[in-house]
């Protein structure tokens, strides 16, 4: 909805609060002696406008227009004219010439309402139609059709060249912004993110309804100023900001129901098809293991029982909760023209879909603007935020993983059958066996207790001071403490504890941060150049950031002992157990200087041009400064006198540019040799306690000769708007080439180091974007809109720094995996390449010779004349039909790691988005979908769910239903067709005989236990589109404003995550989660291990405004 | 103009200010290398980097168990999978060999965290304070750390042969991409250090963390066994087998004796009695001076792998009633070890554990391919280690022992002047201990003087007694490397294994004494074996052999009270073509070649990242 049919409907309204607002500023009208003129200024409509500000040229002399649209003005001169200006109105001059009454008539301006855009784009703001750079934005009335607690989750698709991707979807989890692609291959490749001109680490913090606009600066032209750090874009957000006027007060809120998208389950075998499966496995194991089952799940005959059992579904326990979030929002914004001030109040209250997770926020942000005098105006704002992330979550570091919840049993055999004799010993020794053999996800939960709390306060306070008018020094200082507090406890059945005595044991982290920053910036805009505009702009900013940390480690608490009292008693734990350390960060600084100007030249020619010099502590003295040039043109084609007949463009821009900038993000004391201390795994000197010892500050050796990693950047956009506005875009095309990247290089480990702080390599991103805006419809209580964007990034490693290529590994199975090294790099080829054995079906019978001995004997070649290959070492079980076939890719007659080869790539081709938004008289409706092509995931579920992997915890672990034993190669003569039913079959013929038509493998009997195998299997096919969100809102009509309380009521539903249409057979294909850390990783994206499903949520909320 | 001064005014100090302390920000919590050396109690934290190595996986887990299996007294079934450690121990790891990129890092990191100390104190200006408490303490460091370089380079050495040489601390000035050198020249120059340090070190008794520190006694040592290693066999990269050449034999064979000499002299000391307590001590925390044990590696708590990964089995089971924790081993002791001692060798029971601890208390006794290392166990522990406890134990383990002094004592003696007195003198020690008084005249004396009628005779006597007294401690397969009996000794014991295997197939052999069946019984959870494991006569009394059963170990029929399990017949199988249990092909079967490659290839990481100068260019890869 735009502001201008918010005008029509409630037109008196917006009337009284405009005259409200004028008689604020009326107060300041100094009428002369002279003559008095008074007139009565309507609308095209003829409806009188109240409020209109009518300022005589020239002087200082105003006054405004009552609630009939009438006014008075006592003139200074005779010959005077007036200017009548209106908000959402065309600007008009009137000549008084001699006339004592003149009633004007405005014309409404709906054009410049709906596309004057402001952009921030740097220590300042620019009219989007001056703007020569490339930048996207996101404004609050996007932002709020989105029911989201981290706003970068409503950016996915919104922006093209900018994407989203997360960890998972468990609370709180990291989200990643990228812009066109980054350019690092060792480090985040976030973006920086400047809210209200401060840098923050994320935008997790700040509730949406906070925001004014996001705008991305995406290339090195507009990021330059910026300097250092700003290589992967630049994400500016501006909160609202504090306006002048009658006091309004907002209120927001939404209740979310979060669910767990029941299509995205995983199918697993149904009870029957799990204990032959399992029958299969033991019979072909040992007679013990056979025996043991025959025990716990009964004899073959009568497994068909479980045919009529009811399946324990784990995932509908564990995720099949609905869990519900609340958001509310309280804002009030008022105050005099002298004095304003906007106070907002969020919170949030998140549940996740696992027991006990959940997200927890406040934040409050505060602003006050007063203007001393005339030429000296104060800023204040205060932001505070206090957040608590609670759980665990199932990837990184979590105890829980998906496996526990997938492979669970789906039923516990005879025990459930039976009315259990506990007073048998045996029979009771039996059942507590067997149910402790297999560990329950929900216990698994328990056992890993924690809570992330971090406080943010953020101050800034800062003076306009005009010193002429046409010279503005701006003095800004914020500052920042940031406190984190990070409990962990453990249970008795983690391996932290069992390291520890095997009792309940914590861990408490606190954390403090400090970061301030100074700028001044003096602007000076050159005045009565006739058809020219030229500004200038210089500016100084100091910034430092630090703080220090401190843990506690504590074990061998009571088993009865919760989470919360651990932590409130840590003296209770066993003393020696009991670790702690402090830490003081060192300091980052930078100091830096910058420079902007912005030439015009008959509004047709743009130009600006920047450069920035930074000096940053991080590096040694004599390397530590760096100088960011860029430049940029505009050529604002409709406004030659040939476009002037060309009537169906309302504007068309050509926009080029140039720019550096620079990086310094290695982290503090990378360039200088420091020691500190550490206890961990020091020798046990004295009773057992790990001794201190004193250590190199980093893993990473330290390199003095550390410089800037720089960025060039080129970018070409074409900006335009067509026919009356119908359609409205950018086309854009960049190149950007980053070198002497910082690099963690890899190092001779005989250096004792594995790797080294280094400027090596160089790697280049190229893309193009194309956003569209099309006004379908635009009518008084109709309108329509569409909106497009797609991005295309090719990122490409050009130099490695002397090595061809390097092999990461993920460690997602610790080190069951045969050859650990999964991900890839190469000179010449992109990031997010996987790495392993090609799949080849699976051994048929008829490529064995025989069976003889108890062994199968591989023929040479199979039917077709192609060689068979041994390749049961690499999947650790005995070699036999239906096995698991990997490729020989270099023919060598063996299987082995020189087998492997590239099998997925998990950089996207193209990323986007779309939507609709319309309104139909009082009710808004809008939908967005978003989507990624030609990029793929690497399914650790696949493998690991599809065989009996040890690690996914326990005895008889289920599989998919990938596994069924009409899908897969059995052994088992199910009907006793060749004999005995239930017998294992070896014979050749019938083995080929009862497997005519199996398409897969045998999951249980093709690996060993420890051995999963990552072949192109396990990769897929990730493209996914995604109905983000559907939002369908009614503003409920107010006929007699003035005489109501309520000005505005808005009840809306959301609908978030509704579908996904993708081949991707995991829970989400748009996850970047790992074993280990909790982050998300830079070098191995598009990894699914264990990843926390996304949830659907469905919200209801309502906007009141007072 | 006013106007701009006043702006350049305001703005100024910004500048100014950041060109001191704002670009070079310190922080309290960091130290430059030369504070942490500048003081003796600093430098003794900086010193305690150098255990940090211990404590890694790299070490824990696999420098110190699985890349010291297999020999001929201890084994490890399972060969031929693509494990890790499997292909470690079976000698067909490649490069991309997770544990041996493992212990390759953690190795020249611990040699980093030396370098750092050598150098640091060298620079130090107290190292030679005019106070000679602050210079002995700092002379003590050093050796500390110039010990600890040369374990690892010794092991880097027996593992990967011809490595790089490392000895300098990673400064911007330091070459750290080196080529390999010559393992002759490295053992050469690590003796040397510690020949340097070894007279201003302090003995263990005048140290505060004893023998949990390195001290004297463990650098002569150390002399000793390195110097032994650099005058032994060794395989060159073409895959020859080399020996020291004869100057060199004798330069350090005499080195030797010089320094096991000289602690045999300077801090002389009886053998504690009771064998089996040296070890227990580990796990009750008692750690005495001028003993057995010389240096242990000081595991502290999330640590160490005695007790868990090497050790008794104790099942904690669920529900976990026991309060030791989890005990295993991953290898295991061949039968044909255990019916190599003596049977009067109290070292047997000792080494040998008969018994796996169920989580209900009771005793099972183990599998015949299952012997567990009995030195070490969870329920020695004093405190217990508490149920849940897996990894992570604490219990240190034996670096250096005075026996071992003594043995090598003998070995370099005999290498030097034949068995004489002093070599004889210095065996008898250790077998005195392992048996009791009233048997020494036939089991030392008598002994000793059969094994001392010729030089080879010693020195097979000087094989046999190393086995006997060293069994799971892990020794044993880098001593077979030296003296080159890699594949005779391992051939041996497959062949005694075979023989066990073919005498359980003689119907009614009433020559042999080893049994085929084990029968047992428990009394209050406690194993009792029937006649023991040396007479095949050992069925119980009023057990008839059920009819309708199957007799093996997984079922355990139980009859009148006795379990039954395999014994030496466990050996054989019906499923393989030799008739043998696989165990014997698998364990063995790597040592039947023309040579024995023992080295492993160099990690694939290792080799990527030194751009060209190292490869695995030898010892046939």
Known sequence: ????????????????????????????????????????????????????????????????????????????????????????????????????????????????????????????????????????????????????????????????GVTVQSVDGAPGADIQIRVRGGSSISQSNAPLYVVDGFIVSSLTDIPSGDIESI?????????????????????????????????????????QLNTFPAERKYDVLSPYEFATMQYETTAMTSAASLAQF??????????????????????????????????????????????????????????????????????????????????????????????????????????????????????????????????????????????????????????????????????????????????KLTSTYSSSKTFGESLRAYGPKTNFAQQLGGLPAGVKSDSEQTSYRLTNILTYNVKNLKNQELGFLLGQEAYSNGGNNQTVQAGGFRLSITPEELFSNMQLGDAQYTQQSTYELTDTNRASLFARVNYAYNDRYLFTGTIRRDQSSIFQKDLNVGYFPAFSLGWKINKESFMKNVKFVNELKLRVSYGETGNDKVPTNSTSLLFSAS??????????????????????????????????????????????SFVSGTVEAYRNETKDLLVQAQISQISGFSSQWQNIGTTSNEGAELSLNFKLLDKKNYSLNWNFNVGINKFKIDNLGGVQELFLSTGWASTDLNDARDYYLAVGKSMGLIYGYKNDGYYKPSDFASYTGGKYILKAQDDNGVPLVNNAASLGATLRPGMMKLKDLNGDGVIDVSDRTVIGNTTPKATGGFGLTATVKGFDISTFFNWSYGNDEYNTGK????????????????????????????????????????????????????????????????????????????????????????????TIPMKDMKKRFLSNVRLFVTGTNLAIWTKYSGYDPDTNSSRGSDGFQQLTPGLDFSSYPKNRSYSFGLNVTF | MKLIKKLLLIGLPF????????????????????????????????????YRGFGQDGYRTRLSITFQLASDIDQRGTLGSAKANDQVIGMYADASNADINQVWTTAYGAIKDCNFVIDGIKASAIYNSTDAATSAKMHQYIGEAYAIRAFWYSQLVYNFGDVPFMTQSPLTTAEFNLPKTDRNVILS??????????????????????????????????????????????????????????????????????????????????????????????????????????????????????????????????????????GAHDMSIPLSYFYSFDTKDKRRDATCGMYNLMNT??????????????????????????????????????????????????????????????????????????????????????????????????????????????????????????WNLQKTIMTKASNQLKALADESQIPNNLTSVHPNYLYYRLDGGKMTVYKGYDTNDNLPPNYTVPTNTTLDATTLPLVNGWFKISWISGLKSSSTVDGYNDLINSTYSPYYGNYVRYIQPIPATAINNSFGVLANDGYGF
């Not at chain 2, 097979?460 to 799971?472: Q, S, Y």
């Open chain 1, 1 to 160: 909805m735009n502001l201008e049919s918010l005008f029509k409907k409630n037109i008196k309204s917006f009337f009284s609060i405009m005259l409200l607002f004028c008689l604020l500023l009326s107060n300041q009208s100094r009428a002369q002696k002279g003559t008095t003129v008074s007139g009565v200024v309507k609308d095209e409509t003829g409806f009188p406008l109240p409020g209109v500000n009518i300022v005589e040229k020239g002087t200082r002399n105003f006054s405004t227009t009552d609630m009939d649209g009438k006014f008075k003005v006592k003139l200074v001169n005779n010959d005077a004219v007036l200017e009548l200006s209106y908000i959402g109105f065309e600007k008009q001059s009137v000549s008084v010439a001699g006339k004592s009454v003149i009633n004007v008539t405005l014309k409404s301006n709906a054009q410049a309402l709906d596309e004057v855009k402001i952009v921030s784009y740097g220590y300042g703001t620019i009219k989007k139609e001056n703007l020569t750079g490339s930048v996207s934005s996101v404004t609050a009335k996007e932002l709020s059709k989105v029911a989201v607690t981290n706003v970068a989750e409503a950016l996915a698709g919104r922006m093209a």
């Open chain 1, 215 to 255: 705008d991305v600066l995406k290339d090195a032209a507009t990021t330059a100023i910026y300097g250092s750090q700003a290589s992967n874009g630049v994400v500016v957000v501006t909160t609202k900001k504090a306006k002048a006027g009658k006091t309004t007060v907002n209120y927001n809120h939404y209740m």
């Open chain 1, 294 to 471: 025959t025990k716990d799940y009964g004899a073959y005959g009568d497994l068909e029982l479980y045919k009529y059992s009811t399946p324990i579904d784990k995932q509908d326990q564990v995720f099949g909760t609905t869990a519900v979030s609340q958001f509310d929002n309280f804002s009030i914004t008022g105050g005099t023209e002298a004095t304003r001030m906007m106070l907002s109040v969020s919170s949030n209250r998140d549940e996740g879909i696992l027991p006990g997770s959940g997200l927890d926020r406040f934040a409050v942000n505060f602003k006050m603007d007063h203007d001393i005098s005339k030429k000296l105006k104060l800023h204040l704002g205060a932001r505070m935020t206090n957040k608590e992330v609670k759980g665990a979550g199932t990837s990184g570091s979590s105890q829980l993983r998906v496996s526990n919840i997938t492979t669970a049993r789906p039923t516990n055999g005879i025990l459930d059958q039976i009315v259990v004799d506990y007073t048998d010993p045996l029979i009771s020794q039996q059942y507590e066996d067997f149910y402790e053999s297999q560990t329950d996800a929900l216990v698994i939960v328990n056992q890993d207790y924690r809570n992330q709390k971090s406080s943010d306060y953020i101050f800034n306070a800062g003076i306009d001071w005009n010193i002429l008018s046409d010279l």
């Open chain 1, 679 to 724: 206890d961990s795994r020091g020798p046990g000197f004295i009773n057992d306690v790990p001794s201190v010892y004193y250590t190199t500050t980093s893993s990473v050796l330290f390199n003095p000769k550390l410089k800037w990693e720089t960025t060039t950047g080129k970018n070409i956009g074409l900006d335009f708007r067509l026919f009356n």
């Open chain 1, 943 to 1034: 493998i690991a769910f599809n065989q009996l992997w040890a690690s996914n915890g326990g005895s008889y672990l289920n599989m998919l239903a990938t596994m069924d034993s009409s899908h897969r190669f059995t052994y088992i003569d199910a009907t006793g067709a060749y004999g005995t039913p239930g017998a294992v079959i070896t014979d050749l013929t019938q083995l080929a005989e009862m497997n005519a038509n199996k398409t897969i493998w045998s999951g249980n009997m093709s690996f060993g236990g420890r051995k999963p195998v990552l072949t192109d299997y396990a990769i897929e096919d990730a493209s996914f589109l995604r109905l983000n969100n559907v939002t369908i809102g009614y």
């Open chain 2, 15 to 50: 500048f100014l200010n950041s060109c001191s302390d704002f670009m070079e920000p310190n922080s309290l919590s960091t130290f430059d290398g030369n504070y942490i050396f500048s003081n003796v109690d600093d430098a003794r934290k900086s010193t305690n980097a150098i």
């Open chain 2, 189 to 326: 120059a690590v003796i040397q250090d510690l020949i340097d340090c070894e007279a201003t070190m302090g003995w263990a008794d005048a140290l505060p963390f004893g023998i949990q520190q390195v001290n004297r006694e463990y650098v002569m040592g150390m002399i000793a066994r390195i110097s032994l290693q650099r005058g032994g066999y060794y395989l060159k990269p073409d895959l020859s087998t080399a020996v020291a050449t004869p100057a060199d034999r004798v330069k350090y064979y005499t080195l030797a004796k010089e320094y096991c000499t000289k602690l045999t002299q300077m801090k002389p000391r009886a053998l504690p009695t009771d064998f089996a307590q040296v070890f227990k001590n580990q796990c009750q925390k008692i750690y005495p001076k001028n003993e057995d044990m010389l240096f242990e590696v000081p595991f502290a708590v999330g640590t160490g792998e005695v007790g868990y990964n090497v050790g008794m089995r104790i099942n904690a089971g669920t529900p976990a009633s026991l309060p030791y924790g989890t």
């Open chain 2, 361 to 482: 208390g009771v005793q099972n006794h183990v599998a015949f391919n299952d012997i567990a290392q009995r030195k070490w166990s969870k329920e020695y522990c004093n405190p217990p280690l508490g149920n849940a406890n897996t990894k992570g134990t604490t219990i240190n383990w034996p670096m250096m022992r005075y026996s071992d002094v003594l043995l090598m004592l003998a070995e370099s003696e005999n290498e030097l002047n034949g068995p004489t007195i002093i070599a004889q003198n210095a065996l008898k020690l250790v077998r005195k201990r392992a048996f009791d008084s009233t048997d020494w005249p036939a089991k030392v004396d008598a002994y000793l003087a059969t094994a001392s009628a010729s030089k080879d005779a010693f020195f097979n006597a000087i094989v046999d007694e190393r086995a006997w007294e060293f069994g799971g401690e892990l020794l044993r397969k880098q001593e077979l490397i030296r």
